[in-house]
């Protein structure tokens, strides 16, 4: 059982005390306040990985369909900005961390916010977001990416960030080696935005 202060948020059921408090950021001409806890991802502030994602990838156009896919969603901050970029959009909120579906629930009720395996496997997705959890380790993020990647739908993109230091260089360099084509997009105080499509587009 691991420890409540080395606790990470890739943890299924949290330890940690919830210790409730609100994420406040600006995006779309909106203001954002979001409820995030403790023993989920970034529960302090919004994560600057995910604000960089944000900010440079191009968000859905407001008629935009989906359905989309914030992997590894945490408290919910890209799900919601999506849902809210494209309002009659489907968007999948994916956690391993269920005290995380539950503020994602809380936050953004048009989400659907499921654990892995149940997001219907008919299902493939417009576009796929997600600062991923590079710190469960190099083989986890891998079996992550080889899981989720293949159900982006026909022309479809995934928007990633990854910080320079935490491998963003050669993850970019492995998932080219998977057969994916890779943008690096944009750079932006240390990461990385990564677009991936299928080679064949």
């Known amino acids: 059982m691991l420890d409540v202060s080395t606790e990470h948020y890739f943890t299924s059921e949290p330890a940690a005390p919830a210790s409730f408090r609100t994420v406040e950021f600006s995006l779309l001409d909106h203001d954002f306040s979001l409820v995030a806890a403790g ?51 489907t968007v999948y909120a994916v956690d391993v961390n269920q005290r995380a579906l539950d503020l994602v629930r809380r936050n953004a009720p048009s989400v659907i916010a499921a654990l892995p395996d149940d997001v219907p496997a008919a299902v493939q997705f417009a576009e796929i977001w997600s600062n991923p959890p590079v710190r469960i380790g190099k083989t986890a993020l891998h079996e992550l990416l080889d899981r989720w990647l293949p159900r982006l739908a026909p022309g479809g993109v995934a928007w990633l960030v990854v910080a320079k230091h935490l491998g963003g260089d050669s993850l970019q360099r492995w998932l080219t080696g998977r057969g994916w084509s890779v943008q690096r997009h944009a750079s932006q105080k240390g990461f990385r935005v990564l677009a991936v499509r299928p080679d064949n587009v």
Do not use: W
């Open 39 to 89: 023993g989920v991802f970034s529960s302090g502030r919004l994560d600057p990985g995910t604000s960089v994602l944000l900010h440079k990838a191009p968000l859905p156009a407001p008629d935009a369909a989906g359905p989309f896919l914030d992997l590894g969603c945490g408290y919910g901050p890209i799900a919601v900005v999506l849902a809210t970029a494209a309002p009659s959009a």
